[in-house]
């Protein structure tokens, strides 16, 4: 039953997926309009603009290129990219089962596959053209390496440690190019994996763990992993130096966004753009100067009014936690019931971990949490959204 059983987790999931491409088309609207412009632009040799033709920063660029290469073997196909998007997410599907398995038993991976083979979310965001599908498989893929990195570094295996790092860095890389959410990610990485060596493990985990890595060990394996990152992301910050003259990082919808998040339409919608008279002066700017006005407008708002962001604040909590969806499933507002499952097992879970009634037996389970934990607080700095909270569930 074991050598199959991963085979019929994906083919139950590829089953599903395949079916939802049949029966619903959803429309290109929004953001997924953008990334087909952009990806079209791309395909047909006329770079990576704005509706000017200007070359633009607005977006980060791996999905529009991932769209894009696509469309040159596929003719322009969207039919062609949901059904590529289809085969990412069976691939998300296969590193739940991996995940699971590792952290906590072959049972745990079995349900882990299957939780996510009919997940509501993850089925109706593969057939969108939207950035989530890539975004979530490449974040997985960064956590499963992140878990063998941190168990080289504890078994003191060096050349492997440095290795599962340069792979961990290349995964958030793709990732933060992708959605630029990550960019902070490796230093919380990094940061948390000081922290644990710098921390005695408790009884339960010295039992089963080998004798720790060197400082030495641990410094290589982090700049193995800022590599790894640098190696993927630098190369588009430096076409941006030299498209805008400043420093861009990834993108240049910072500071809408995060105006946005502290002035959200009508007072507690979030998921989309605010427009009103301090946005519209910003798009007269170049894409730059724009980001920083808003910025400085967000910064503004967040100290003329802390009430008012406390309550922002408690509006984000609920929109990144409540099972209901507001931008990813088929019907606006649905409750969405395998994320509903999850997270009434993951309070559970969360009980049993505090309170010291179980353990795993000496598995880094915190790099299976710490994306959790970081995509929530960044949700808390911009907007809470369902799309925010896809790669968690």
């Known amino acids: 039953m074991h050598r199959y059983e991963l085979p019929a987790l994906l083919g139950l999931a590829l089953a599903i997926r395949l079916l939802l491409l049949v029966v619903w088309t959803p429309p290109i609207v929004a953001d997924s309009a953008d990334y087909d412009r952009l990806a079209r632009s791309l395909a047909e040799g006329r770079g990576y603009t704005n509706t000017r033709g200007e070359p633009t920063s607005w977006r980060p660029p791996l999905y529009p290129a991932f769209v894009a290469a696509i469309y040159r073997v596929a003719d322009g196909s969207v039919e062609a990219v ?10 998300t599907v296969a590193l739940g089962y ?21 997940n509501v979310s993850t089925i109706s965001a593969s057939s969108r053209l939207l950035s989530e599908t890539l975004f979530t498989m490449l974040l997985m893929a960064g956590v499963v390496l992140a878990v063998e990195w941190w168990r080289a570094l504890r078994a003191d295996r060096k050349p492997a440690a440095v290795a599962l790092g340069v792979g961990v860095g290349a995964m958030v890389g793709a990732g933060t190019l992708c959605r630029g959410v990550l960019l902070l990610y490796p230093l919380c990485l990094i ?40 190696l993927i ?28 998040a502290y002035n959200p339409p009508n007072g507690w919608i979030f998921g989309i753009d605010t427009q009103d008279e301090t946005v519209a002066a910003a798009h007269r700017l170049s894409e730059v100067a724009a980001s920083a006005m808003l910025t400085k407008a967000a910064v503004s708002s967040i100290l003329s009014s802390p009430r008012r962001i406390l309550r922002l604040e408690v509006l984000k909590v609920m929109y990144f936690w409540v099972p209901v969806d507001w931008e990813i499933l088929p019907v606006y507002g649905a409750v969405n019931p395998t994320y509903l499952f999850v997270g009434l097992w993951a309070l559970v879970y969360a009980g049993l971990r505090l309170t010291h009634k179980w353990r795993p037996d000496g598995v880094p389970t915190w790099a299976a949490w710490l994306p959790i934990a970081y995509l929530f607080a960044m949700a808390m700095v911009v907007q809470g959204t369902p799309r925010y909270r896809l790669p968690c569930e």
């Open 82 to 91: 949901r059904l590529v998007q289809v085969l990412v997410d069976v691939g």
């Open 191 to 230: 940061g948390v994996a000081v922290l644990r060596w710098c921390v005695s493990p408790p009884a339960w985990e010295r039992s089963t763990s080998a004798a720790p890595t060197s400082g030495r060990g641990l410094l290589l394996a982090s700049g193995a992993l800022l590599l790894g990152f640098a």
């Open 98 to 118: 991996q995940l699971g398995t590792v952290l906590f038993g072959a049972l745990a991976g079995r349900i882990a596959g299957l939780l996510i083979a009919v």
């Open 233 to 260: 992301v630098m190369p588009w910050t430096v076409r941006n130096y030299r498209v805008h003259g400043a420093l861009v990082p990834v993108a240049t919808q910072l500071g809408v966004t995060l105006y946005t």
